[in-house]
């Protein structure tokens, strides 16, 4: 990994370098990854599948290329991973295909720690269809309790979804042992990977998960892009979630028959340049490794906190040993904001507030946070101008 690889970098922000921890939300694109779009925009644009022209067949070439490289790299087969517009847009398109299967009294099993794109689809659905949402409880370490997960997953237990690493807590979920648990009692089983896939190796044979979601912007590649891992038997006999051109095979003015997968969930004309980006970022990915993505990132997040458990008034959130590579923290006294907002006139950037998670903030007895979170093209220095810039804050507010 260059740092030179990412332009935007080298931008000063209020007269500093910028620091840019705000990595959780969407990460910085390196050149490769810009000029993979720009280069499709120059060279290639066409519309894919439906033209017999030069442009249209490289277009389609570029686009199902993409498929096949974010297939390797969460060692999924061809025709397993549908592209879609973000993380959410995948759980959305899972909750409507697969609880138009389901019963009034049928249940989804989450967690209390996730992110409301892995809340909100589930609630509304189950809302309008008498279907019944449990959350597994979160303990005070920051782990989802196993015992209270295994005694709410039950004989009405149809689904069961969870991200893999919180993106508030960062904690890193046993997601092995919930797919099996999920398999052993007939539920299909689903992982937001929104924060794992960016920053550590996943294998969804390994896993044994029926679904995976997770977005481009947060591993290196454009936004307007997200991906829907499944199975292929699954895919094949869900109904799709969106209807129109290109994901059909033939219409009648009474009814039509579907394309197959993936094309069945991919109606209308998708982010073409977003998924050749996708592919360059994944390129990017597996130059560097994601062993080596993973080390490095445990190494801030450990760095980080064990600078942060140092200084005065601060309250850490989540697990103190293995977690993803993001902190959450407040300064006592402090809204999350107004520390943010002070960190940003030095150049960092972090996030503050409730992250989409306001039922785990309820429960941590908290209204918001800042979180600190980091990347490959992170430094030490930067978690040491965090500290001081911290320190500063604490100062501020202590006069
Ligand atoms: N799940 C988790 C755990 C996340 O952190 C995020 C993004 N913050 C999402 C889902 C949603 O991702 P997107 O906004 O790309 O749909």
């Given amino acids: 990994m260059r740092r030179e690889d990412f332009p935007i970098l080298a931008r000063k922000v209020n007269g500093h370098?910028?620091?840019?921890?705000?990595?959780?939300?969407?990460?910085?694109?390196?050149?490769?990854?810009?000029?993979?779009?720009?280069?499709?925009?120059?060279?290639?644009?066409?519309?894919?599948?439906?033209?017999?022209?030069?442009?249209?067949?490289?277009a389609t070439e570029m686009y199902e290329d993409s498929h096949v490289k974010v297939a390797r790299f969460v060692n999924a087969d061809n025709g397993e991973i549908i592209f879609t517009r973000n993380t959410t847009e995948s759980i959305n398109l899972l909750a409507y295909s697969l609880c138009l299967g389901l019963k009034a009294g049928d249940e989804i099993l989450l967690t209390e720690m996730e992110h409301h794109?892995?809340?909100?689809?589930?609630?509304?659905?189950?809302?309008?269809?008498?279907?019944?949402?449990?959350?597994?409880?979160?303990d005070d370490s920051g782990a989802i309790d196993m015992e209270h997960f295994s005694s709410l997953l039950g004989k009405r237990t149809r689904i069961v979804s969870v991200g893999?690493?919180?993106?508030?807590?960062?904690?890193?979920?046993?997601?092995?042992?919930?797919?099996?648990?999920s398999r052993d009692n007939g539920s299909v089983s689903i992982i937001d990977a929104a924060q794992s896939v960016p920053?550590?190796?996943?294998?969804?044979?390994?896993?044994?998960?029926?679904?995976?979601?997770?977005?481009?912007?947060?591993?290196?590649?454009?936004t307007g892009v997200g991906v829907l891992y499944g199975k292929r038997h699954i895919l094949e006999s869900l109904p799709p979630f969106l209807f129109g051109g290109d994901?059909?095979?033939?219409?009648?003015?009474?009814?039509?028959?579907?394309?197959?997968?993936?094309?069945?969930?991919?109606?209308?004309?998708?982010?073409?340049?977003g998924a050749v980006g996708l592919g360059a970022a994944v390129d990017y990915l597996g130059r560097i490794g994601m062993d080596a993505v993973l080390d490095h990132g445990r190494k801030l997040s450990d760095y980080a906190r064990s600078r942060l458990l140092l200084t005065p008034g601060i309250e850490l959130y989540g697990p103190s040993g293995k977690r993803g590579s993001l902190l959450s923290f407040n300064l006592k006294g402090v809204h999350s904001h107004d520390v943010a907002e002070i960190l940003d006139r030095d150049g960092i950037a972090?996030?503050?507030?409730?992250?989409?998670?306001m039922p785990l903030m309820r429960k941590l007895g908290i209204t918001g946070a800042v979180r600190a979170s980091f990347y490959l093209y992170n430094s030490k220095d930067e978690i040491d101008r965090l500290e001081s810039s911290i320190l500063r804050v604490r100062k501020v507010f202590s006069k």
């Fill in 17 to 58: 370098p910028l620091a840019y921890l705000d990595n959780a939300s969407t990460s910085q694109k390196p050149k490769q990854v810009i000029s993979a779009v720009s280069d499709f925009y120059e060279n290639h644009n066409s519309n894919i599948h439906r033209g017999i022209h030069s442009l249209s067949e490289e």
């Fill in 117 to 138: 794109s892995n809340l909100v689809p589930w609630q509304q659905i189950a809302l309008k269809g008498g279907l019944k949402v449990r959350f597994a409880r979160v």
């Fill in 164 to 181: 893999h690493v919180s993106n508030v807590l960062g904690t890193i979920n046993p997601v092995r042992e919930i797919s099996k648990a």
């Fill in 199 to 222: 920053h550590m190796p996943v294998d969804v044979k390994s896993l044994g998960c029926d679904f995976l979601a997770f977005s481009s912007h947060k591993m290196l590649g454009p």
């Fill in 247 to 273: 994901m059909i095979r033939q219409v009648d003015f009474g009814n039509s028959r579907f394309n197959d997968v993936p094309w069945k969930f991919e109606a209308g004309t998708p982010d073409i340049a």
């Fill in 350 to 357: 972090v996030r503050a507030g409730h992250h989409c998670a």
